[in-house]
Each structure stands twice: as structure tokens, then as C-alpha cells.
């Protein structure tokens, strides 16, 4: 092991970010504003705060500073599971066999299995506040869910969490983690609003869509008295608050003089992968390093790779703001996959201007092949992967098999989001060789790409 | 928040433990030997050899050296998941509104959930060393079971885990991450073994027991080539792999001058209390401190509380040596409850021996009490505890309660042993209010005494 660097680092109290790092401050193409359905007019704070905290709306409309501090109240329940560790990945770089040195920042550590506690906290200290009484939100796979409830319990909110009627069906333990925590699971689509109701009318079978809880919990929010809706990824906000992953690898890389090559994320709505990349990206932005950041997606769900950068709803239900993005179509129906967090049509709008600027990378990886990297992972790392971090490991790994082809040195960080604990059912498919990649073909995305809106601003068509 | 002392403490590389702590070179009376059921006789070093490593019969036998060092080679898959946090509960002490100052060491951290891989570390270690090409196990709540198939996996060695039927049809995931680190799970009672052909002859209905899986494993290691049973607490040594934990806690605390007033951990076999007290006790038994040690059990399964002290077996097929203990006879049935990692009708030797000569006090706590406890720890310390772990919880919460009506500034040490991850359906009991306490009656306990065996040794009866 190298001398002088800890296998595992954990940065001291003292040293734990004080600020959020904007990356947008830093951006000399911001990208295009959030454009209201109705009036076809950029949103306004107003429009915005209606929907959202207003702190968090301030965040979202900030694009010059580039420090943003966290509040104290936020680094307390910060300190309850973060540091996170930064580790190096020593024992698969012997099994690979590789001249790389691979590390990885762990965000699992923490009872909602992952890196969306840093959000959660965030908005629900806002919440509070505020002097809000609720909060509302959607799950899918649950980690959101999980981590928006244990940070509602931490701060004394009221929390309503439409879980899609499937996955609470397919994950009866995630939603009991959520109810433990004090939390109200409704199933979507439900009886509490007219969106539920209209589609029950409809698909009375139905089994219920992201789409769909995300409109129901947004109406839940809009007619329930000092209550505000909560999103866990793909806003500028969410991205925000998800930068204290890259700001503690920032500190902790430098202490010990290591200097990344290559930076890797798995991406779904692109907030972890924003977060964690940012501070990295300002520097390099302004010509200070030249790191290499790359996106990693699903083959079943390629929205970097293979979509539009487009306006678009970011739900299927066409009820929020239109976000300029690469995507697949708020109608995009992915294919069934095992990575619930990445099953997503769109991408962060800040991820989608950097990738659009080629800044990023982005590589689709397929299932079959996560699964594999994920278990080789687990054996020798000791760290049973969630699916969607597991994208990450591939493509990290695909990268050290690289280096020893060419023998090149290179340091790989990854961000490693979240465990497997409550996803063992995909992991039984693979073990039992009965697993697919399920990739759409082009008639499957050109069907989603149908559903991209005609979208006027000021006039032109855009 | 305390000046100079970090709300979590890690302790670095070089801190970390290079011995463990043999408490038993500090006891005055040493616990009685193993007795062969067949001679009568104390176990000899080969008796013990045939089914153990040879490693760990030695130092199962040894009760003189205080310090044996951690071999490099388990210290650096100990890096992997360790150190682990000692952990300053703030949150809990405000919630509680208490003078005492509690600290709890967690050990949950890892994918197998729990302080398990601390041993089963070592003993993948040793049967490697030894050039065994295989181990056995048995696992009922699961832990165990995961912790092996890692560490078996890190080391590159066969694993065959019997695994309760009951256990294995309630806790698919559970068995799903085991097969996932390339173990063979078999359920028990099974058709790979007489011990369980015997047992499915007469109940073909049977859901198994933890007795049965023992007999199962240890058969099956013995007509296997280079192969040995492993067994995950109450013998001395995976006692002695546990004062990892201790060992931690005791450099912590010397570090930043914190003296515990009391140590609480739960306790079923008692290799992680026993792990957990170990250095300080050691310090007890030489008059340097004057610490209480709590042991904590389920009123459900009471063995120090209710049990007697005589010799028993450790299995309930009445396979395994006789050892002296704190027992509910070996044919106990404790009622169902939700703590499987304390439903042992015995308790390690050394924890009995210190129990009997008035080292340690023990306290038998109620299951939805214990519930109440975890559910308000994970809501203000943001950790969802294993029920076992929370039954050192409860008694530390009972404590820190007291010292709020006496106003002691008492400093409480707990051990948090695990995650309840996979104990989401005992949640969602107590979640629905029909979760029962489930205590034995005195006829109940009589039944089981009866199974005590009668035990000459030497020719007296004892």
C-alpha cells in the first residue's frame, strides 16, 4: 500500500465542507431557463415557489456565486452520516491486474443506503425553515423515499410519500423502512388525488409510473395547507446540496496530493454524478486541470447517449416545467431494468449543457455486464453495490482494463452512490442466468421521442 | 457539542488494534474445560482439531497471554470495513433530555450488517493458512451466514452454509447475498447429510432449527476433505476476534480522556458484549477501573437471568462438546421473537464465568420496549438498528433515564452490533401494533432445564 495515503480516508470534523460548491458560477454557457407550459414565458421565482421551498428556489435561479454555505443546522444532521470515506480500491486493482489506481467515494454508509441524504437533509431543513408543516414527495425505488423520510423524522415534518403501486408492491421492506421513520406510504395511483383518481378511472390494473406519483404529489402539495413539494434529483438544487460529495473528495484529494484523471458517475437524473464532479469541473472550466468526467448510463434508458437535447416535461404526466435536457421523451416508456434511480427520461439540465459543450463524456453500459463488475466488486471490496453504482464500477473497471493495456498510470475516481441491501431480487436474477440487457431499439425511442412538446418561447419555436 | 472531541471518532491506520485482548489471562477463575460427551473427559487439543482450525484451538485453549496479534493479513481485510465509528449520541441525550454523556460503538457498517466479520475474518484467515480448501456453517438470522461467505470469498475458499428452512424461506434476501458471494446455501434439515435425512424422515414438514443446521454442519465438515467447521459466537476465540471492537473503543476513549461509567452490549452467544467489554474488564479484574458491564438479553430467552449454571450442550441435537454455561437446557424452545441472533439457549463461557463471580450484571428487557427504543434511536440518530443491537439500546436508554431523575452525569458506552436491514417484517409488527413480548412461563423454563444433561467428569457428577 502507498506510503503516506490511508487505504480508506475520512476528512476530520474540521475539515467537512462549509459551502456547496455552484458550479454554474463557472459556466460560460449557462443553461437555457425552465419554461412554464402555460404561458410558454421562462418560469418565474414566483412560479417556482408555489411548487418548491424558496430557499431552494434561490438556489435553483443562482448561477454567480460560487460558494453557497450550509448552514449549521444542515452540518449537524451532515455529521450524523458523512463523512463519507474515500477509499482506494486496492484489492480490485490487484484482481485486475491493473497500473491504475482506482478510488472510490462511498455514499452508502447511511440507513437510506445512499447518497440522497444530502439533498433530503437539505430540503427539509429548508422545509422546516420556512415554517412549513409537510412536505410531499414520489418514490420509485425507494432510496429517496427512505432518505427524504429519516430527514422529515430528524426535523419534525408531516411527510406524504406516493410510492409507485409496483415497487411498494416488489419492495414491501423499503416502504416499511419508510413508515418506520414516521412517514405516510401511499400507494400511486391513489384515491387522495384527481390525477390518481383519473388514472385509476382509466387503468384501474395499473400499476402505477414515476409520472404518476410525481403528479399526485405535486397536487397533494398545491391543496394542502403550508406544504411544499421535494424532487431528489435532476434540479439544479438537488445538484447543489450533492456537491458536498465532491467537495469532500476535492479537500481530501488534495491533502494527500492525489490528482484524478478520469472522474466517473453513474447517471440518472444526474444529480450524484453532478455533485460529485463539480468542484473538479469549476476548476477545470477555468483551465485549471484537465480531468476527464465521465457519465455513466443504462443501455436500457440512454438519454445522454442516444436522446435529444430538447425542452421537455420532466414527468410523463406533463404537469412540471419544461427543462431544456437530453431526452428520451417524457413519454419514453425504458425498458424493464434493475437500476429503478436511472430509469429516467431526462437528465439534469446543468449535466445536459456541460455533456452538450463536451465537457463530459458519456458511455451506455449494458446490465449483464453491471451485474458482473457489481459481484466481482462485492467479493473483493467487501461492498455489495446497489445496481445503479454499479454502472459506475463497470465503466471504472473498463477504464483500468484500458490502463493495462497500454500501461498507463492513471487515477480513476468513481462515486460509488449506494448499496444492494433492498435489491436482491435483481441480484437473484443474475445469479440464476436469467437476467437481459433490454436495449429499445431506434422505433422504441423514436416512439418516445414523439412525445418531446412543440415548444414556443417568445414566440419562436424552440 | 464537546470541545476537542469529535462527535464521531475514527481512529486512523496506525491507531488500529495490532493484538486482541485475552481477558482470560486477567481471570482468577478460569472457566471450566470443554468435556468430551463420549469420555467424560475434558476435550483434548485433537478432539477439538477434527472439527476446528487448528489455529483457533489454540487459541481457544489459551488462557495466559493478555495480547495475540492480528496476523497482517486479517488486518488488512479488517481495513476494509474498519475502524469502526465511536459515536458521541447527541441527538439521542437531547431527545432524552439526560445529564449522562452516551457513546455507541457501531459495527454495522459492512455488507454483512453486523460485528459478525470480525470473526469470521479470522477464521476464513486460519482455515487458508491451514491450506483447507473448505468451510461449513450453519446461519439461522442470516448475519453469520453473509459474514462467512465474504470472508470466504476474499480468502478463496469453498463454503457450504446450512441455512434454517424457516429462516431461508423468510429471509430470501438474506440468502440471496450469501449466494452472491459465491456460496452454497443448503437449507436444514437436508438430504446432504444423515444428521438431516434422520430429521426429514421423521418430520418431512419440519421448518428446521439452528440445532439441526449445527449437526448438519459439522457432519458435513467432517467427511469432507480438508475441510472444518466454523462456528460465529460463544466459543472463547470468536470471542477473542470480537475485542476488536473493544480494543477500539478503549484506544478512542484513552485518547480524548473519556472514562465509560457503564458498558452495555446485547447478548446471545456473548462473543460481541464479551468482544466489547474485554479490555476494560481486564482492567477491572487488576482493580484499575471500576466500570459496570451490562449484559442484555431478551425476557424471551433469559439464560443469564433465568438459566442455571452447569454443563450443557451447545447444540441442541446434542452433537457438540459439553461446555460450561449459563443455559436453558439445550432443548429450549424460546418462543418466536424477532432478535434470531439471541435466541440461544446458552452463553459463552467466559461471559458465564464473569456473570457467576459477579463481573457483570445482566438485565432481561421486553421486545416491544426494545422496538420502541429503535425506532426512537433511528429517528433521531438517523441509523436503523438490528433488533438485537437495540436491546442495548433499550437498557442504555433505561440508564441515560435514571440519570435524568438522579442527575448523574454517568458516561454510558453501548455496542451497536448491526443494521436491521433485513429485519423489516419485525418492524412492520411493531409498525402495525401486533408485536407480542412472548416470555416463558416457569413451566416453560422447567421443560427446558430437563434437557440439561446429566454429566459426570472424572467420575463426579457436576
Known amino acids: 500500500m502507498e506510503k503516506n495515503i490511508p487505504y480508506k480516508i475520512y476528512l476530520s470534523e474540521e475539515?467537512?465542507?462549509?459551502y456547496w460548491y455552484n458550479v454554474k458560477a463557472h459556466m460560460k454557457s449557462k443553461h437555457a431557463p425552465f419554461i412554464n407550459p402555460a404561458t410558454q414565458k421562462p418560469c418565474s421565482k414566483d412560479d417556482l415557489k408555489s411548487v418548491f421551498c424558496d430557499e431552494c428556489v434561490e438556489q435553483e435561479l443562482n448561477d454567480t456565486d460560487e460558494l453557497i454555505e450550509i448552514p449549521q443546522g444542515i452540518r449537524d444532521f451532515y455529521k450524523m452520516f458523512r463523512p463519507s470515506p474515500l477509499v482506494r480500491a486496492y484489492f480490485l486493482e490487484k484482481l485486475l491486474d491493473t497500473p491504475a489506481r482506482i478510488y472510490y467515494k462511498f455514499e452508502g454508509n447511511n440507513t437510506s443506503g445512499s447518497h440522497k441524504l444530502n439533498s433530503a437533509a437539505a430540503q427539509a431543513y429548508y422545509a422546516k425553515k420556512q415554517g412549513l408543516k409537510s412536505i410531499t414527495?414520489?418514490?420509485?425505488?425507494?432510496?429517496?423515499g427512505t432518505a427524504l423520510a429519516m430527514a422529515a423524522a430528524f426535523y419534525g415534518l408531516n411527510l406524504?410519500?406516493?410510492m409507485v403501486k409496483v415497487s411498494a408492491m416488489q419492495k414491501p421492506h423499503r416502504r416499511e423502512v419508510i413508515r418506520t421513520y414516521g412517514a405516510n406510504v401511499i400507494t400511486s395511483p391513489s384515491e387522495t388525488t384527481n390525477a390518481g383518481r383519473k388514472i385509476l378511472a382509466e387503468f384501474p390494473e395499473t400499476g402505477g409510473s414515476l409520472g404518476c406519483a410525481i403528479s399526485e404529489a405535486v397536487e397533494k402539495a398545491s391543496?394542502?395547507?403550508s406544504c411544499r413539494y421535494v424532487l431528489g434529483s435532476v434540479l439544479d438544487h438537488v445538484?447543489?446540496?450533492q456537491t458536498v460529495i465532491g467537495q469532500e473528495c476535492k479537500t481530501a484529494m488534495d491533502k494527500y496530493g492525489i490528482t484524478p484523471d478520469v472522474i466517473i458517475g453513474c447517471c440518472g437524473g444526474g444529480s450524484n454524478f453532478g455533485g460529485l464532479i463539480a468542484p473538479f469541473m469549476g476548476e477545470r472550466l477555468e483551465g485549471k486541470n484537465s480531468v476527464e468526467f465521465v457519465g455513466v448510463e443504462p443501455a436500457s434508458c440512454p438519454s445522454l447517449t442516444r436522446g435529444k437535447f430538447a425542452y421537455d416535461f420532466c414527468d410523463a404526466a406533463k404537469t412540471t416545467p419544461l427543462a431544456k435536457m437530453y431526452t428520451l421523451g417524457c413519454g419514453f416508456m425504458p425498458s424493464p431494468n434493475h437500476a429503478g434511480g436511472l430509469r429516467y427520461h431526462g437528465m439534469s439540465p446543468i449535466v445536459s449543457q456541460l455533456f452538450h459543450d463536451g465537457c463530459i463524456k458519456a458511455v451506455a453500459v449494458e446490465q449483464k455486464s453491471v451485474f458482473?463488475?457489481?459481484v466481482m466488486f462485492a467479493k473483493c471490496e467487501g461492498i455489495l453495490p446497489a445496481p445503479e453504482s454499479s454502472h459506475a464500477i463497470r465503466a471504472a473497471v473498463d477504464e483500468a482494463l484500458k490502463c493495462r493495456e497500454t500501461g498507463e498510470k492513471k487515477t480513476i475516481l468513481f462515486g460509488l452512490t449506494g448499496t444492494g441491501y433492498?435489491?436482491?431480487s435483481a441480484y437473484q436474477k443474475y445469479n440464476d442466468g436469467v437476467?437481459?440487457?433490454n436495449i429499445p431499439s431506434e422505433a422504441d425511442l423514436q416512439k418516445g421521442f414523439e412525445t418531446i412538446p412543440k415548444c414556443k418561447v417568445n414566440g419562436s419555436e424552440i
Chains 1, 2 share one sequence.
Open 422 to 424: 433492498f435489491d436482491m
Open 372 to 374: 458482473e463488475a457489481a
Open 435 to 437: 437476467m437481459g440487457d
Open 223 to 225: 391543496v394542502t395547507p
Open 137 to 144: 414527495t414520489e418514490t420509485g425505488a425507494g432510496q429517496w
Open 15 to 18: 475539515e467537512m465542507p462549509k
Open 160 to 162: 406524504d410519500v406516493y
Open 239 to 241: 445538484l447543489l446540496h
